[in-house]
DNA sequence: GCCAACGTTGGC
DNA sequence: GCCAACGTTGGC
C-alpha cells in the first residue's frame, strides 16, 4: 500500500467535484510532467491512499481522501483535438502520457492547510514542503500519512 | 551537449 | 498580479 498526494486546482476540479462524479470516481487527467507521470504508470496501485490537495487557491491544503480506482493507462486527453491538454505530436500506438482513476473516500472535517503542514517539524521531509517542489503527484510514507491525519 | 529564452506552477 | 523555481525547447 502506497500513499500519494495530488494537486488540483478547486477552480478546475475540486474535492466536490469528484464526490458529485458517477461511482465517485474520475481519471486524473492532464499530467505532463515526466517524473510525475512514472510514479502514476509505475508505482501507482489499486487501493492505494491519496490525499486530496487543492492548489492555487484562498487556502491551499489538504481537504479529502480518495483511493486509486484504475491503475494507468494512457491518457486519451491527448489525442483529443478539442481537449485543453491536446497534442498533436502523441502517437497512439506510443502514449507518452499515463492517468489513473481516482475514487471519492471522505472528505475531511476540515481543510488542514499548507499553512499550518509547514509549521510541523515532523513533516520537513514532506514533498509537499521542499522548497521548489511542483510536482502535482507526491509520494509520502506511512508514518506522514497518518501523522497528517492525526491533525484533522 | 550547452544554455538562453520561454512557459508553467503555485504560493503569496 | 508578482515572481521564484522549475521544466522544456531549440539554436548553435
Given at each position: 500500500m502506497n500513499y500519494w498526494l495530488m494537486k488540483s486546482e478547486p477552480d478546475t476540479f475540486g474535492i466536490d467535484d469528484l464526490f458529485k462524479r458517477p461511482e465517485q470516481t474520475e481519471h486524473w487527467d492532464g499530467v505532463r510532467n515526466y517524473q510525475a507521470r512514472n510514479m502514476m504508470r509505475d508505482d501507482m496501485k489499486i487501493g492505494d491512499q491519496v490525499f486530496f490537495y487543492h492548489s492555487n487557491c484562498e487556502e491551499p491544503g489538504i481537504v479529502g481522501i480518495m483511493q486509486v480506482a484504475r491503475e494507468s493507462y494512457?491518457?486519451?486527453?491527448?489525442?483529443?483535438?478539442?481537449?485543453?491538454?491536446?497534442?498533436?505530436?502523441?502517437n497512439p500506438d506510443k502514449p507518452t502520457w499515463y492517468m489513473v482513476d481516482v475514487k471519492f473516500v471522505r472528505k475531511l472535517s476540515r481543510n488542514i492547510s499548507l499553512r499550518e503542514l509547514?509549521?510541523?517539524?515532523?513533516?520537513?521531509?514532506?514533498a509537499l514542503l521542499?522548497?521548489?517542489?511542483?510536482?502535482s503527484i507526491m509520494p509520502m510514507n506511512a508514518e506522514q500519512w497518518a501523522f497528517i491525519l492525526s491533525l484533522e
Amino acid at each position: 500500500m502506497n500513499y500519494w498526494l495530488m494537486k488540483s486546482e478547486p477552480d478546475t476540479f475540486g474535492i466536490d467535484d469528484l464526490f458529485k462524479r458517477p461511482e465517485q470516481t474520475e481519471h486524473w487527467d492532464g499530467v505532463r510532467n515526466y517524473q510525475a507521470r512514472n510514479m502514476m504508470r509505475d508505482d501507482m496501485k489499486i487501493g492505494d491512499q491519496v490525499f486530496f490537495y487543492h492548489s492555487n487557491c484562498e487556502e491551499p491544503g489538504i481537504v479529502g481522501i480518495m483511493q486509486v480506482a484504475r491503475e494507468s493507462y494512457p491518457d486519451f486527453t491527448v489525442f483529443d483535438p478539442d481537449d485543453k491538454h491536446f497534442d498533436p505530436k502523441s502517437n497512439p500506438d506510443k502514449p507518452t502520457w499515463y492517468m489513473v482513476d481516482v475514487k471519492f473516500v471522505r472528505k475531511l472535517s476540515r481543510n488542514i492547510s499548507l499553512r499550518e503542514l509547514k509549521l510541523k517539524t515532523e513533516l520537513t521531509d514532506l514533498a509537499l514542503l521542499r522548497r521548489g517542489n511542483r510536482l502535482s503527484i507526491m509520494p509520502m510514507n506511512a508514518e506522514q500519512w497518518a501523522f497528517i491525519l492525526s491533525l484533522e
